[in-house]
Nanobody, 121 residues
Framework: QVQLVESGGGLVQPGGSLRLSCAAS????????MGWYRQAPGKQRELVAD???????NYVASVKGRFTISRDNAKNMVYLQMNSLKPEDTAVYYC???????????????WGQGTLVTVSS
């Protein structure tokens, strides 16, 4: 019905940058909030940042000033620009849309498959 596909993960040295992208496709009428979560080995999944269709943003304290979330509503895309990366940012990053209004299926919560970000020298 609706798919989220992430891209842009990889290996980067401490202090480096990466940009994650997430594309939503399928029977979409509208998407309000879109966000990025991450899960490090042995840890619970946590919200990194989210953004509403109006552009209001929210960040976990540990990434404020380093990460920037943005979106293109016309393309149903959300991005996460990650700067000054630290080893503790290493995790699988997941795209999430908690409330997608769809054609024929009502409201759905959708997750991407995840993309691995490794910060290491």
């Amino acid at each position: 019905q609706v798919q989220l596909v992430e891209s842009g993960g990889g290996l980067v040295q401490p202090g480096g940058s990466l940009r994650l992208s997430c594309a939503a496709s399928g029977r979409i009428i509208s998407i309000n909030t879109m966000g990025w979560y991450r899960q490090a080995p042995g840890k619970q999944r946590e919200l990194v940042a989210d953004i509403t269709s109006d552009g209001a943003t929210n960040y976990v304290a540990s990434v404020k000033g380093r990460f920037t979330i943005s979106r293109d509503n016309a393309k149903n895309m959300v991005y996460l620009q990650m700067n000054s990366l630290k080893p503790e940012d290493t995790a699988v990053y997941y795209c999430n849309a908690p409330r997608v209004f769809t054609r024929g299926y009502g409201y759905l919560e959708v997750w991407g498959q995840g993309t691995l970000v490794t910060v290491s020298s």
